[in-house]
């Protein structure tokens, strides 16, 4: 569930450099769980920076939050103590020179002065010699060096792979898990690379709204996707009139598999089940005014929600949003829907790219109690789903136990009114290109970073059967 954008603490004045809003948006994600690609582009607006501080400062917090874990490692080499007795703000201070000193050669003296520069203004003058000593011993070594000192103590394989390429262990894990149910765990080290390679901005033209010819330069896979011109794509006039929006393309073909997986009748009813932020949802909503289908989008937080109704705005302002447990949609509405999206709340490790902070922010624990709920989602989907009816189980994340794993589960019951569809089929039909899929249980598709530059969208259309 993605929260809002942290607030503002009280006294807090307005972040106006580089890295005084980097170090403000790497402490609102470690203080505030709060997510940095709604944060960090509202505070780069409010700063009115150039294109080219704009850059450095997404730099600045991507960077620090996508290598956080191993450069929090570095720092307690550094300083020779455990990282939680050092209070909490100077760790977003050193992890930010860190980064600067370690990944962007920025001179040492240059970091390290700003660093203090930094403290000072942030309330933390009694850490100024500390934060000082700490990044000159960082800089005395390069990062392949500090690398090798962390694995000299390590031999769990996944952990040393963790360690160098910026991963916990359990995801590196859960990445060669998924893999392998390709037959290609060779490919790990392409995609842990790839999870480090900031993801190239696509937008999605809407149908009935704009073409992708219009908008821009077709992308690779989905028939509605483009590629976004270099600087703010909320400044391209088809973003900014809501006729194509900021979307990444495993998130185009995943709606379209269910909206193209066969032709639409007049008349039918479909249902995002999860719909916030709202980003599928709109996709959805123009596909069903072309079809002359009705949409009705499901979000259990009030506040994303209304993100899901700012979505719709211009497309299909009539659709209904709804504010409800998706748990609960079965049993109140069963066999009511013809099509169903349901975009599973995940652990999100398929869009490490976009969201740096996502691989530090869940842990191994986690998954059993998301697997739970996405479970109990797919049931009341089923139950919702009218006979002939097609349901989309979409995850943003390729670990088995919230994939492939929920639908053996669901599929081995024999009262299941579902059946899979041969999802991997319904995506070439409507690529602009074969996609390399690997061969996965029940037909289901994965989509990866490596592979398609695309988030790593998992896949599965089912049928329930006719009365």
Not at 135 to 141: G, I
Request: one cysteine or more; aromatic letters at 2%.
């Amino acid at each position: 569930m993605t929260p809002s954008p942290a607030p503002r603490r009280a006294g807090q004045r307005a972040a106006t450099t580089p890295r005084a809003i980097a170090l403000e948006v790497v402490t609102a994600v470690r203080a505030d769980d709060a997510y940095a690609n709604l944060l960090l582009p509202a505070r780069i607006r409010r700063a009115r920076l150039s294109p080219a501080d704009a850059a450095l400062t997404t730099e600045l917090a991507y960077g620090t939050l996508r290598r956080r874990g191993l450069y929090d490692r570095i720092v307690e080499k550094a300083a020779g103590r455990a990282l939680a007795a050092i209070d909490a703000p100077v760790t977003d201070l050193l992890a930010l020179g860190t980064h600067q000193l370690l990944a962007m050669r920025t001179p040492a003296h240059a970091a390290v002065d700003e660093s203090v520069r930094l403290a000072r203004a942030t309330g933390q003058s009694r850490a100024t010699g500390f934060v000082n000593a700490v990044l000159r011993a960082v800089a005395r070594a390069d990062e392949p060096q500090w690398v090798a000192r962390l694995l000299a103590d390590i031999d769990d394989p996944d952990e040393r792979l963790g360690i160098t390429t910026a991963h916990p262990a359990w995801v590196v894990a859960a990445l060669r898990a998924a893999l392998e149910r390709e037959g290609r765990a060779d490919e790990l080290e392409r995609l842990l690379t790839a999870d480090n390679t900031p993801a190239r901005v696509m937008l999605a033209a809407l149908p009935g709204l704009s073409t992708p010819d219009e908008v821009g330069a077709p992308a690779s896979w989905a028939p509605t996707a483009v590629l976004a011109p270099a600087g703010d794509p909320g400044a391209h006039p088809a973003v900014a009139a809501g006729c194509a929006r900021v979307q990444d393309e495993g998130s185009q073909l995943a709606a379209l598999a269910l909206t193209r997986a066969r032709a639409v009748r007049a008349g039918e009813r479909w249902l995002d089940l999860c719909a916030g932020p709202g980003g599928k949802a709109a996709l959805l909503a123009a596909e069903a005014r072309q079809g002359d289908a009705v949409l009705v989008a499901n979000e259990v937080v009030p506040a994303r929600a209304g993100l899901v109704r700012s979505a719709l705005q211009a497309v299909d302002p009539a659709v209904e949003v709804r504010v409800g447990d998706g748990r609960a949609i079965g049993a109140d509405e069963p066999a009511r829907y013809d099509r169903i999206l349901l975009d599973a709340p995940c652990t999100g490790l398929g869009a490490l790219r976009r969201r740096p902070e996502a691989r530090w922010r869940k842990s191994a624990g986690d998954v059993p109690e998301l697997a739970a709920l996405q479970a109990q989602l797919l049931r009341s989907a089923v139950d919702a789903l009218a006979p002939g009816g097609i349901l989309a189980y979409v995850t943003c994340s390729p670990h088995p136990a919230e994939t492939t794993a929920i639908l053996d589960a669901l599929l081995a019951d024999p009262a299941c009114p579902v059946t899979p569809l041969d999802t991997r089929a319904v995506l070439d039909g409507i690529s602009r290109a074969l996609l390399d899929l690997g061969a996965l249980p029940h037909g289901a598709a994965q989509l990866w970073p490596h592979r398609h530059g695309t988030d790593a969208m998992f896949i599965q259309l089912l049928q329930r059967g006719t009365a």
